[in-house]
């Protein structure tokens, strides 16, 4: 059974100053949760780079590929009319189409890449069981901690009271 | 962004170095919770009657439209003014119309995302969603005008019983993907920017059917920075990846067009000049939702005479290209040598549409030149009867390029006049009465100015002590 601890803070800065330390220790996987994206905070939660652009670029060319040969075979291959003579595999014709559903294959990937990323559509996560934690999204700023290893509990508490948490809750994860 | 006073030279010089933001883009102090609740405000909070006064003309217009929509379907085309020659007329005038203005909204959005500039902010998800609702006006034109809209379908590459393709060479066709490549990017991109704010509406909500109600729709989005990471990553690539694309979707509608045989149509000019109106009106209808909407919102420090003048410089410029391609676009006619465009290029100028062209001169060309002076610029009545006029003025334009080049081709026998008959009428107005309705429940029901977007603004120009932001971050973040 994991615990989380959370901790509430003023500023972006202090919440990441209080996550360095706290990842100095390595006692779990940290967290951080703010209104709205902050500098400096891949490096002090060792956020990886993300993989999106990478799905993106994959899923863009999938997507104009697959057009393209659907527009070839539709035309010249399973129902070739003949238009004026004009050759039956006429690509400059082919383009808009292959390009717009490359344009379609990647920006669906971008949506759909981030969600799966963030394993989100995910309702409840056991952080929402602090009422408090609604400020995340208004005007405050949270680190959160997750453990397996109940001692550590008290070194990470001293931490952030040593930063200067606004408040700290502990939570059971269930799951 | 680093606060740019910190990474490089004495701040002072910075600051100075940086000309193109001399105004702060927010008025007043603000810290994040006063921001979040003035942005979620006109969402959370009991509205004045001011909504109700617009909203119901609105569903007024809506039934005028839903009539002449009915009236299309169980009757027929038939009931429009088209004829032949002049088989587009209204209907794809108004599909060119509306879809041009959306494009304002990717522009805005997309365009200045990428160019970084800050100013877009305030006002992006308003235009965004006026793309969106712009575009669903629009598409509902071409399909009434099949005739038999319930067989849209058979636009799509789908294997069918009948055993047909769709003939991809042709340019109508490449609009079916174009458009809805372009509604389908444009609602991604829109939600995206909004789960962070649909969060921030179910933790600010008071009542409990909101809080489940916003909740759903924000996904579960904590505000996690290991997402945020991830957002601001899909959110540039989607900017990225709009940015060819709506210059691709008013190319391919011109395509429409310029790969006819009709004089007045066939003109390598048509990309480039559609492309150029489809900003300059989009900007307009931005203008002319924007200053009553921040009036009925009361966000006035957020979206400040300083955006609004930004929009009225941009919409000079892009008045210059548009009037770029008429000149251009008559001077080639001439050039021709062709007596055919000869001919149509004489009618327009004084045929049986001429008031209509010259309407369209003053709107697009004469009448935005009075922002050359500051005073018109920061004039919000002036600004908003300029933008009123250049909406007509646009429509005018597709109506020309249209109506008056069909009725007046080849052979003057077939020369035939267009008169619109009541159920174009209501269907143009009508449509407008839709897109109301749709803005006004947007305005109503998701937050139209990005909170996390203003709150990061606000932060930001906070650390980099500039005017009016609010209390600066105490070890400088």
Redesign the interface.
């Known amino acids: 059974m994991a615990t989380y601890v959370l901790a509430e803070f003023e500023s972006g800065a202090r919440m990441l100053a209080a996550a360095r330390r706290v990842r100095d220790l390595r006692v779990g996987d940290l967290d951080g949760y703010s209104p709205y994206p902050i500098e400096g905070a891949d490096e002090a939660l060792g956020i990886a780079r993300s993989k999106v652009p990478a799905l993106v670029l994959v899923s863009g060319l999938t997507g104009a590929l697959l057009g393209y040969l659907m527009l070839y075979w539709c035309n010249a291959v399973d129902y070739p009319i003949n238009v004026g003579g004009r050759p039956l595999h006429s690509y400059p014709a082919f383009i808009p189409i292959t390009f717009e559903l490359g344009v379609l294959f990647a920006s669906t990937a971008s949506f759909v890449g981030l969600l799966a990323f963030c394993g989100l559509p995910r309702p409840h996560h056991p952080v929402f069981d602090v009422a408090k934690f609604r400020s995340a999204s208004v005007d405050r700023f949270w680190l959160s901690v997750r453990t397996d290893d109940v001692g550590a509990r008290s070194k990470i508490e001293s931490v952030l009271a040593d930063e200067k948490a606004l408040d700290v809750a502990v939570l059971e994860d269930e799951a | 962004?680093?606060a740019t006073g910190q990474t490089a030279g004495p701040r002072a010089f910075v600051l100075e170095a940086d000309p193109l933001e001399p105004i702060a883009l927010i008025e007043g102090r603000y810290?994040?919770?006063s921001l979040?609740r003035l942005l979620t405000r006109f969402v959370l909070e009991r509205r004045g009657f001011g909504w109700w006064a617009l909203f119901l003309p609105a569903l007024g217009a809506l039934g005028l439209f839903l009539a002449a929509v009915a009236v299309t379907v169980f009757i027929g085309v038939g009931t429009w003014g088209n004829n032949i020659p002049v088989a587009w007329a209204f209907g794809i005038t108004n599909f060119v119309w509306w879809i041009g203005i959306g494009h304002a909204g990717t522009l805005i959005s997309a365009i200045l995302l990428l160019l970084q500039q800050r100013w877009r902010t305030s006002i992006n998800r308003f235009a965004e969603a006026m793309t969106l609702f712009a575009v669903i006006c629009a598409g509902l034109f071409p399909l009434l005008h099949l005739g038999r809209p319930w067989f849209f379908y058979w636009l799509f590459?789908y294997p069918s019983t009948m055993?047909?393709?769709?003939?991809?060479?042709s340019a109508l066709?490449?609009d079916v993907?174009?458009v809805?490549?372009y509604f389908?990017?444009s609602l991604?991109?829109w939600?995206?920017g909004l789960i962070?704010d649909l969060?921030?509406l179910?933790?600010?909500a008071t009542s409990r059917r909101k809080r489940i109600l916003y909740?759903?729709f924000a996904?579960?989005?904590?505000?996690?920075?290991?997402?945020?990471?991830?957002?601001?990553?899909?959110y540039l690539?989607?900017g990225g990846?709009?940015t060819?694309?709506v210059v691709?979707v008013h190319t391919?509608v011109s395509?429409d067009f310029a790969t006819t045989l009709v004089p007045g149509w066939h003109s390598t000019v048509f990309p480039p000049y559609f492309v150029a109106g489809a900003i300059f009106s989009g900007l307009a209808l931005v203008m002319t939702l924007i200053v009553p909407a921040r009036w009925l919102m009361g966000n006035k420090t957020v979206v400040t005479l300083k955006h609004l003048e930004n929009m009225n410089k941009m919409i000079l410029a892009t008045s210059w290209m548009v009037a770029y391609g008429y000149i251009t676009e008559h001077f080639i006619g001439w050039y021709t040598a062709n007596r055919y465009e000869h001919s149509t290029y004489q009618d327009r100028l004084t045929g049986a549409y001429a008031s209509v062209f010259w309407a369209l001169m003053l709107c697009n060309v004469l009448v935005p030149q009075v922002f050359w002076s500051k005073w018109a610029r920061t004039s919000v009545p002036v600004m908003w009867l300029v933008s009123v006029l250049i909406n007509v003025g646009m429509w005018s334009e597709r109506f020309i390029i249209i109506v008056q080049s069909l009725h007046h081709d080849y052979m003057p026998s077939q020369w035939y006049l267009f008169r619109p008959t009541w159920v174009d009428l209501s269907l143009l107005f009508g449509s407008m009465g839709l897109f109301a309705t749709l803005f006004l429940l947007f305005l109503r029901y998701v937050p139209a100015v990005p909170?996390?977007?203003v709150?990061?603004l606000n932060?930001e120009t906070a650390a980099e002590g500039q005017l009016g932001a609010g209390q600066p971050?105490?070890?400088?973040?």
Do not use: C
């Open positions: 962004m680093a810290d994040d919770r979040t590459p055993r047909v393709w769709p003939q991809f060479r066709v490449w993907f174009a809805g490549t389908t990017v991604l991109f939600y995206m962070p969060a921030t179910r933790d600010a909740g759903i996904l579960g989005w904590r505000n996690s920075l290991r997402h945020w990471k991830h957002w601001r990553v899909a690539l989607l990846l709009a060819p694309l691709s391919v395509f909170i996390s977007e709150k990061e932060s971050e105490p070890s400088g973040l």
